[in-house]
């Protein structure tokens, strides 16, 4: 097969462009991606070869091999380990699957400076292609293990790479850069320079679990190249907490994370007894961009006893808490332990159960000690973790503890509901909440105006979980979750004395509209009557307490589940002008064609005014467009 060139996928060539003039000033960490990627490739052919004792591949000593060559300018990153097919290749090498990547590359042509364009890359690993910010060309050669012929893939960063079969390719891959000439005026990048190697290596790679040896330089003329280890295997959370500094926490995090910042906090945590257990977690700093997606790959590497199982193991943690990355490393777990197994293992039920409540109460300390950092996590994952709330009744206390919420009583910051009990008024027995899309059209909806007329609390939910865990969830220290939405509101009028009277006149006054309005939209409607909810608007549609609101149905839907539309409740304003003169009208007249579309447009207003659309958009607005005329 002769030398074939190939085109870069137009969003690996735009990585490409970003690498060769970086503006990353810590071009170090090239070599922590080359050195993290050859460690994936020794974890992949243990456990392979590990499946398959049959498979062709030598798997006595495997490592990771630096070798420098300063007259030619070179450094090899070498690793016996998986390697990659030539269809492979150009399939992980030309392109870029990872959609994060591709939505990185979008926010980074968005950012204006250069500061935010670096702060950008650090959340991205960009892995293999960071070789690019410190060589000119890259050459590739690689075998998988159990084939017989390799493939050399070569590239200056370019448009185009070029593959070509190499008969003679050991097993694994080996990495060669052909290093940028050196800069006279920089000295601290001289990557030729085996000083500088082995502190990249100790400072970010001393964790990898497998040895990291570096030859002598070959221009030295040492004839037995005797190589030298450079990173200690340690396993970090195999170390007591005192012998491990937090840089070394944090390099071990961006390996496992594939994220380049610091994580927020780190937790350990060491099981003693009938099933030992050893775990290193980490709550990352931000939220990455496919939480919310069907393959978004989990966190937590599994090991036993210090052997790499398993990445992304989703056996650890419950979903809700599938933002935690780290390691867990089990004492009593067979080598060849498989997913499925490890859904029933009566012993990783125990550990997840552990690791949970090790993790909530984490955060609760955090809330109790640190509110910024409690606020970024909430921030960056607040929405997850409600899911908690829902999916795991086991801790749903746990996790009401530490979650807030935005509400009525401050315009940035969130409330929990410990808070918002302990605000309660006089007589006030329930808390209060209401959904929807935004803050601002929650704020706007004419449920809340009885509310902050009275100046009681409204808990402000805007994610599509919100309306979910409400109703699951019921009360909170004997306190009813309502929706303002839902149900008859009882706030006790402000004239107490006055108004029973009153309002027993008011019901009789109005009897004989509601019912003909009730029949009028008898399609949508299954009751009408007066409201105590609202102050300035004439009409409001609400929910039955036991029915699903309107959001829920669309989300059902959107589940492909069959629900039937719930009819809902009109409530009319009684000392609206327009609802008072309705119902003068509707005693007066005869002909009540008018009256209908009045009360036809008086529902759409009431489903607008909630964020809703009326049933027939199209027709709302020519009666309203006739109104208007004859207004005019
Ligand atoms: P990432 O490591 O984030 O997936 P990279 O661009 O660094 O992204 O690598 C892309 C893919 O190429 C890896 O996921 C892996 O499958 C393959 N790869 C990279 N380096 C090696 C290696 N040394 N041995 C085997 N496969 C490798």
Not at 182 to 200: C, F, V
Not at 326 to 352: K, T
Not at 389 to 394: A, G, N, Y
Request: hydrophobic letters at 35%.
């Amino acid at each position: 097969m002769p030398t074939e060139t190939l085109e870069f996928q137009v969003e690996a060539r735009q990585l490409l462009q970003l690498m060769i003039h970086s503006v990353y000033s810590n071009k170090d960490v090239f070599l922590r991606e080359l050195v993290s990627n050859a460690s994936d490739a020794l974890d992949k052919l243990r456990l392979e070869k590990l499946r398959d004792d049959s498979l062709d591949a030598d798997v006595s000593d495997l490592h990771i091999e630096l070798d420098i060559d300063k007259d030619a300018r070179t450094l090899t990153v070498r690793d016996n380990g998986i390697g990659m097919s030539y269809d492979e290749v150009g399939q992980l090498i030309g392109t870029i699957a990872n959609s994060g990547t591709a939505q990185f590359l979008q926010e980074l042509r968005e950012a204006k400076d250069a500061a935010g364009a670096e702060g950008l890359i650090g959340q991205f690993g960009v892995g293999f292609y960071s070789g690019f910010m410190v060589a000119d060309e890259v050459t590739l050669v690689t075998r998988r293990a159990g084939e017989s012929r390799g493939t050399r893939w070569t590239s200056r960063g370019e448009d185009t790479y070029t593959l070509e079969p190499v008969d003679d390719a050991p097993q694994g891959t080996s990495v060669t850069l052909h290093l940028k000439p050196a800069d006279p005026e920089n000295q601290l990048h001289d990557y030729t320079s085996p000083w500088k190697i082995r502190e990249i290596v100790k400072r970010y790679s001393d964790f990898i679990t497998w040895p990291i040896r570096m030859l002598p330089d070959q221009g030295e003329g040492d004839e037995s190249r005797e190589p030298e280890t450079l990173n200690s295997m340690k396993a970090l959370w195999a170390r007591s907490r005192d012998e491990v500094s937090d840089d070394e926490y944090h390099e071990l995090y961006k390996h496992i994370g594939h994220d380049w910042r610091d994580p927020l906090e780190t937790i350990r945590l060491q099981a003693e007894g009938t099933f030992e257990f050893q775990a290193l977690l980490f709550l990352p700093a931000h939220a990455p961009h496919d939480l919310f997606t069907r393959d978004f790959r989990r966190g937590v590497q599994l090991y036993v006893r210090r052997v790499f199982i398993m990445d992304d193991c989703e056996a650890l943690l419950p979903p809700y808490l599938r933002f935690v990355k780290g390691v867990v490393d089990a004492a009593d777990l067979s080598l060849n332990v498989s997913r499925e197994i490890l859904q029933q293992d009566r012993h990783i039920e125990m550990m997840r159960r552990r690791l949970t409540k090790k993790v909530l109460s984490t955060v609760k300390d955090m809330m109790a000690k640190d509110r910024d950092r409690y606020a970024t996590f909430w921030r960056e994952f607040g929405t997850v973790l409600k899911e908690g709330l829902v999916t795991d009744p086991e801790n749903r206390d746990a996790v009401l503890a530490v979650a807030s919420f935005a509400s009525t009583h401050d315009d940035t910051e969130p409330t929990t509901l410990k808070a918002y009990v302990e605000r309660m008024k006089d007589g006030q027995e329930d808390i209060y909440y209401l959904t929807g899309e935004s803050r601002q059209s929650i704020e706007n909806s004419p449920h809340m105006e009885a509310f902050r007329d009275r100046g009681i609390e409204v808990l402000l939910l805007t994610d599509a979980v919100d309306e979910v865990w409400a109703d699951a969830v019921g009360e909170y220290e004997g306190k009813k979750l309502r929706s303002v939405a839902k149900g008859q509101i009882d706030l006790g009028t402000k004239d107490d004395d006055a108004s029973e009277g009153e309002r027993e006149k008011q019901t009789e006054d109005y009897a004989g509209l509601l019912g003909w309005m009730r029949e009028q939209l008898d399609e949508d409607i299954k009751e009408v009557r007066l409201s105590s909810r609202l102050t300035v608007s004439p009409a409001c549609v609400v929910s039955d307490a036991n029915d699903l609101t309107p959001a829920l149905e669309n989300m059902y839907r959107a589940m492909g589940q069959e629900v039937p539309r719930a009819k809902r409740i009109l409530e009319l304003n009684p000392d609206h002008q327009l609802v008072k003169g309705l119902n003068q009208a509707y005693k007066e007249r005869e002909d009540r064609t008018e009256l209908t579309e009045t009360a036809e447009l008086l529902h759409g207003l009431a489903v607008l005014a909630e964020g809703g659309q009326p049933k027939d958009p199209a027709r709302f607005v020519k009666l309203m467009a006739d109104r208007l005329q004859r207004a005019l």
